[in-house]
Structures are given as C-alpha cells and as structure tokens.
C-alpha cells in the first residue's frame, strides 16, 4: 500500500523503533551482527555468552538498529532457578543488554530493557540478571537488588556457592512468588558463567 499523503512525515531525528525479535527468527546475518555489537560493548564477551542471549528455546530480542544494523540488544531467555527452599521454578533471565559505544547515552538501553517487560510480564512471574556494575540504571527501571546469597547447582546435584550475590537484580512482576529477597537464589549450571 502506498504511503498516506496526508499522514505526517516521520521527523528527521525520530527514534529508530524497537523490534522484537525471537531467537529462532535470528538468522545468521543477524546473529553475525549482534556477535559484533556484544564485542565491542563489552570487552570479554565470549562463545559461551553469545549462546546465553540466543537461546533457540525461547529467548526474546528487542532491538534498535542504524542503518540496519543492531545497535542496542536486550534479550531474555528461560532459566530454571530456586528461591530458598521452595520449588524449582522457571523465570525469565535477561541477557547480553548492549548498546554500542557510538550510540551510548541516548536512551537506547533503557529502551530495549522497557521493551522486554511486557513480555517477561506476560510469561514468568519473575525475572532475574546479574550486572557488574549498573544496579542503578536496572533501579530506575523497577528492578530490585537481590539480598540473599546465590549459589549454583552442578550437575552432580550439589550446590556451590558464588560470587554474584552484590549484582543480582529481580524484577517482580508478582511480588508473592518471592516475597523475601533475603532468602538464597539457586540457578543451574551451564558453560561459562553460571549467572
């Protein structure tokens, strides 16, 4: 269909829109593409990361691009944790939240991160990500700190603790699933880093 006349014309600056992508609706330029926005966001971003955020089992992406190409990804894919004692329970598990170092501090994270929550509300209860150094930025977005320890459980069935209990953050989308953010937080192992 050919575009309006008299609809208004787009404004020269407007903001590119998100997308939100499955992960099996990635095909390989796209995932060539984002590979290389997570390496130049991040300085050890590896194999191992990359098949974290695109998990082909139901992981979701949202996206901004430039001139086609990704330069902002937040994805969110299904975990399996347990919270204290009780059951274990699948939630979702935000991954690989990138912008890309050219277009950093125009609101793209935060963008990409808002366009996630109504699909983590509408699946899981709860969602978890753990975050070096950005509590404050996931803060102003509804996400809590996590004030429990965490531990992980290998494969043999028992569980070590770990060191990422300072940048666990929760969203909350029930807050009667986990009342308690005190209580341990276990997740499932997997290659490279647990959490």
Known sequence: MPPDPAAPAAPADAEPPVELRRSEELDAADRAALRLLWDRAFSD?????????????????????????????????????????????????????????????????????????????????????STGKSTGFYARLGWERWGGLSFTRLADGTEVADDEHGGLMILRCDPTVVPDLRVDVTCEDRSGDAW
Request: no cysteine; proline share 7%.
């Open 45 to 129: 971003f590896t194999d191992d990361d990359a098949a974290h955020a695109v998990h082909d089992g139901g992981g979701l992406h949202a996206l901004v691009r430039h001139a086609g190409v990704p330069v902002a990804h937040a994805s969110v894919v299904p975990r399996r944790l347990r919270f204290g004692a009780g059951p274990w329970r699948e939630v979702g598990y935000v991954e690989a939240v990138a912008v890309d170092p050219d277009h950093q501090r125009r609101g793209l994270g935060r963008r990409v991160m808002l366009a996630l929550h109504p699909a983590i509300a509408a699946r899981w209860p709860v969602a978890l990500l």
